[in-house]
């Protein structure tokens, strides 16, 4: 109960620095629209593009994944993976090294390809379909571990790329799309720098910037702040922070139980290629139902 | 640059200083002086070839470089066929020797047309494109495969996840960051290009290597008039290199600041 409490005061306390900086933002630039960017009819319009995206509202799903297994050569690394994330879910995925969470969320945009199951991304099934697949990677945003921005191309040539080709959005309205979510992620002045004269939390910063550029519904997050050094650790997870606020959908792999107190719908803990549990974050911060999450989580915040 | 020209001096005042030695030799450096009207006649006729030994390795080049690409390309594809083409493309043309490739293409080919009742004739100067940008398309296929396998997986992923599909991918992201990477081995095969560019003249076009052998029946000087020919493609390479370091240091410029 104790830690239920706690669980909720850290929460609020979160929502209410997030609504701060928010409200910050808003006087700072008050024509933007929010993270999101996306107003009602967009979404409807564009849904009826895609035909069975337009029935997918506020509370419904929009990952499933069922019965997916998936191997490397012998090695089973997915264990029948049943999982349901809804439309503005923040899901994170917790568990030890090599327990297959990378490997889950690569599959949501199929960076990797699974052998048996089903996977539906905002009603479109992931399969060997290449039309299907580049569908569901322009609705779906990833942050890696490595930052992965291109070094030949300035922050914002990273950041206008993708919209102008797989969007074929005018050079000016791109640039003009990048430089509002630069300021969102509070870098607007390194613009026109390269990647390697950016710190680690900057260019970190400007991937999550660049994956919000195609203004996705879902943003995937491979272990965001672990390769960062531990001062810029914050100023990655405060945005990260913020787009949850918006309302954006997320799956978050990372070890930072902080985050994910604050931030979490739900916990996902994954050992030996299966999710072991699934528990809204109180519940399984205070009260950890299997042993290997009992061991797990002593191991991370036993200090 | 410096170094260069330091370079092309002391090749020719090794050779200056050689006509100066106790050999029996009795050199005719007449035949290409540049104060006597016979060696201005003889100099600008050895000259008059490097305009189509620039214009046969210049589209030999591009081609060899364009088809490089695609055949590199081939060799990390998903699908088996192209990587097994690839394979036998780079494996067999690698393997004939470029003088036999111009003979074959100029004598042989032709041959074969006309059995097929096809009436193609090549001309001296497609023959020899042909033969130089097929056989220099091999190695040009191999190091595009190499720089475009050096790039980290990461930025394919990257790519992949933004919605980029395989073309744009290529062009924008993984094909700059590997051409910068492959700018030396690339001035390398445009070096040898231009050196391999001398063979044509056995079909009988008019280059560098041609004008020289032409001179030398003339005026029967073969040594300074070969040596005249040595520094003309020394003076050629050396302006290609020096193109190409410019080229590498001004791509560089960016990539430095990306460390």
Known sequence: MRGLRQGCTRREQAVRLAGQIAAMLAIAIPDMNGFDGRNGAQAASKGGATGMAAATAQGQAIIEMAGVNKWFGDFQVLKNINLTVRLGEKVVVCGPSGSGKSTMIRCINRLESHEEGRIVVDGIELNEDMTNVTAVRREVGMVFQQFNLFPHLTALQNLTLAPMRARKMARKEAEELAMHYLTRVRIPEQANKYPGQLSGGQQQRVAIARSLCMRPRIMLFDEPTSALDPEMIKEVLDVMIELAREGMTMLVVTHEMGFARTVADSMVFMDHGEIVEQAPPQDFFASPKSDRAKLFLSQILSH | ?259
């Open chain 2, 1 to 259: 640059m410096r170094q260069s020209c330091c370079l092309a001096t002391l090749v020719a005042a090794t050779l200056l200083l050689s006509a100066c030695g106790q050999s029996s030799y009795t050199w005719g450096w007449y035949v290409v002086w540049p104060t006597t009207e016979q060696g201005q006649r003889n100099l600008r006729f050895l000259v008059s070839g490097l305009w189509n030994t620039i214009a046969i390795s210049g589209t030999a080049i591009a081609f060899s470089m364009a088809a490089g690409l695609v055949v590199g390309m081939c060799g990390i594809a998903r699908h088996k066929v192209a990587r097994g083409f690839n394979r036998l493309y780079v494996e067999f043309v690698r393997a004939i020797p470029i003088l036999v490739l111009v003979l074959w293409i100029y004598y042989g080919l032709p041959v074969l047309f006309e059995s097929a009742g096809l009436n193609i004739n090549f001309d001296v100067f497609t023959a020899g494109v042909v033969a130089l940008a097929l056989s220099d398309s091999a190695f040009q296929a191999e190091i595009f495969r190499a720089g475009i396998q050096s790039i980290d997986r990461g930025q394919h992923e990257a790519s992949d996840s933004l919605g980029l599909n395989y073309l744009d991918k290529m062009r924008y992201v993984i094909l700059p960051q590997a051409i910068r990477r492959i700018l030396p081995p690339l001035g390398n095969q445009f070096v040898y290009m231009l050196k391999m560019s001398s063979l044509v003249s056995v079909i009988g076009m008019t280059e560098l290597t041609r004008r020289a052998n032409e001179l030398v029946v003339a005026e029967y000087r073969p040594l300074e008039i070969y040596s005249v020919l040595v520094l003309e493609y020394l003076a050629l390479i050396l302006v290609v290199s020096w193109l190409v370091r410019r080229l590498e240091r001004r791509l560089g410029a960016n990539q430095l600041a990306g460390r």
